[in-house]
T-cell receptor, first 111, second 114 residues
Framework: SQQGEEDPQALSIQEGENATMNCSYK?????LQWYRQNSGRGLVHLIL?????REKHSGRLRVTLDTSKKSSSLLITASRAADTASYFC???????????FGSGTQLTVLP | NAGVTQTPKFQVLKTGQSMTLQCAQD?????MSWYRQDPGMGLRLIHY???????DQGEVPNGYNVSRSTTEDFPLRLLSAAPSQTSVYFC???FGQGLRNEQFFGPGTRLTVL
């Protein structure tokens, strides 16, 4: 089954900087979701972008989707220490019966 | 709403022992699922249910059983634990398009099999 692949695997930035994470997938999708996982916790849904959308915002989060390149990016602006977490993309492949999750990007925001 | 709850939070088993991981949700979601999370491998679907009385296998079902007698509960049974089942287990629920919709995750159960 398809799996989103996040890049980079790990990212370390200073508080106040922007963080950008990328996701690539292989086949046609209905939508793509991003999740956050704080250490020792379950995943939390952040945002869903549909295949006919190119950009979506939610607070300090900005997600873009390029279906021609089969990629998405998650931008966190003005990062805070509390943004330290793993971030996962989950493409909803049209032919699949379920979401699939990649290995995630581990973001560390240094105070 | 408590959302999705899981018990226990931590468990240590010996090889060959059996146990049940509990999962409950109070959001009246029809869809419930179990994932395992291993380092470097993301989340993998074990079993899922589209409603009371209906279950199906996911990507890695071997060694696990599930049942769904009520909408709220979806326990996961390890029949004879093996070290390869050492992992963090997450229960999730969802509505609408089910497994392809927004997933609500529990806090996880960290299982170690010796």
């Amino acid at each position: 089954s398809q799996q989103g692949e996040e890049d980079p695997q790990a990212l370390s930035i200073q508080e106040g900087e922007n963080a950008t994470m990328n996701c690539s997938y292989k086949t046609s999708i209905n939508n793509l979701q991003w999740y956050r996982q704080n250490s020792g916790r379950g995943l939390v849904h952040l945002i869903l972008i549909r295949s006919n959308e190119r950009e979506k915002h939610s607070g300090r989060l900005r997600v873009t989707l390029d279906t021609s390149k089969k990629s998405s990016s998650l931008l966190i602006t003005a990062s805070r220490a509390a943004d330290t977490a793993s971030y996962f993309c989950a493409p909803d492949e049209r032919s699949a019966r379920q979401l699939t999750f990649g290995s995630g990007t581990q973001l560390t925001v240094l105070p | 709403n408590a959302g999705v709850t899981q018990t226990p939070k931590f468990q240590v088993l010996k090889t060959g022992q059996s146990m049940t991981l509990q999962c409950a949700q109070d959001m009246n979601h029809e869809y419930m699922s179990w994932y395992r999370q291993d380092p470097g491998m993301g989340l993998r679907l074990i079993h899922y249910s589209v409603g009371a009385g209906i279950t199906d296998q996911g990507e890695v079902p071997n060694g696990y059983n599930v049942s769904r007698s009520t909408t709220e509960d979806f326990p996961l049974r390890l029949l004879s634990a093996a070290p390869s089942q050492t992992s963090v287990y997450f229960c999730a629920s969802s509505f609408g398009q089910g497994l392809r919709n927004e997933q609500f995750f529990g806090p996880g159960t960290r299982l170690t099999v010796l």
